[in-house]
């Protein structure tokens, strides 16, 4: 989701706050199709080359997968995860302006397969069955001390063999005892922000 810290604004960019830009789908059924995204503070979309390389290791394509986009912002993984063939896209986003974006975004895709809940991704989290998403976008604002309980409240909801993609302003450390049973799968950084792939370690 899209966040990011403030910084100061020239008059000029203040003025223009609001008027927004788009994000572009990378592959799927709407490869290139481009969605505005609201110039709101703190929204931060994920960069297409991020979300390219995340759906690579994602294997491309989401065929019957069941995805959550807890903090949704610009719902630029969650659209991306409905281009590609997911089943159901739970996109929680607790901003209204931003919700309502996502809302006008899915009509103009006529995404089926998206539902978006204006609501507090943790208090929604806390109330989702457990495992019952496939892969699990957490992407919590920058800055604000919500990681670790976002990471309590998402690792149950992801299926056995599910995936959980993190973005952080810090790098994961696997000793964190919030990830014990999981594995870092892939990681990577582009600027000031960590991306991570994480996985239910295997018994066997």
């Known amino acids: 989701m ?22 572009r789908i990378i592959g799927g059924d709407w490869k290139r ?12 979309p994920t960069p297409d080359r991020v ?26 993984l969650g659209f991306e995860a409905a281009s590609r063939g997911a089943e159901r896209v739970v996109m ?10 996502l809302r006008e975004n899915q009509a103009r895709l006529a995404a089926r397969a998206i539902e978006i809940a204006e609501a507090d991704g ?21 800055g604000e001390g919500m990681l670790s309980r976002a990471l309590e ?18 790098p994961l450390d696997e000793a964190d ?8 799968v892939r990681r990577g950084k582009a600027g000031a922000v960590h991306y991570h792939l994480l996985q239910r370690e295997n018994d066997e």
């Open 153 to 170: 409240l998402a690792l149950p909801l992801v299926a056995d063999d599910g995936w959980l993609y993190v973005e952080s302003g810090e």
């Open 51 to 76: 979300r390219e390389t995340l759906f690579n290791w994602l294997g491309q394509r989401l065929d019957g997968q069941r995805c959550l986009d807890l903090f949704a912002g610009s719902g630029a």
């Open 92 to 101: 929680v986003e607790r901003n209204a302006r931003a919700a309502r974006q």
């Open 2 to 23: 899209p966040r990011s810290t403030s910084h100061s604004r020239t008059p000029q960019q203040a003025a223009a706050r609001g008027k927004g830009h788009t994000v």
């Open 33 to 44: 199709t481009p969605l505005p995204v609201l110039d709101l503070e703190g929204l931060r």
């Open 122 to 142: 943790l208090k929604l989290a806390a109330s989702l069955a457990p495992q019952s998403f496939d892969v699990v976008f957490l992407d919590p604002p920058f």
């Open 177 to 184: 005892p919030l990830l014990a049973g999981w594995h870092i």
